[in-house]
């Protein structure tokens, strides 16, 4: 069972996540964050193997807490979901630690998918 975080402070986005997420046998939300602090104390409370997360969010922004996960889980794969796709938005977040880049928009299967494969172990970096 992979164990998933969802961090979007958009609610709509967030309970799509969670509703196609947990659709699927094999996925588990965890928890679902609304700002960054929230989304780093969900993330050492619960451990999860993926996490979901949005770029712009309140209390840091995605890339804050993708540098947080590096140091405090180390072993979390994180995945962005945004609808920025602008190259230095990409390229920081890779360097903050991120695993993979999903263009909000994207058809649902490429979700779950991209969540599925992190979900089975360590990857290379985006």
Known sequence: MTRVLICDDDDMIGEALHDVLTAEPDLAVVAVARTAVEAIELA????????VLDVRMPGGG??????????RSPTTRVVVFSAYTDPKTVTEMRR???TEYLVKGV???DIVDTVRRLGRGPVGKL
């Open 96 to 98: 903050a630690g991120v």
């Open 44 to 51: 050492e409370r619960h451990s999860p193997d993926v996490v």
């Open 107 to 109: 058809p649902n299967t």
């Open 62 to 71: 995605g890339i804050h807490v993708a540098r947080e996960l590096r140091e």
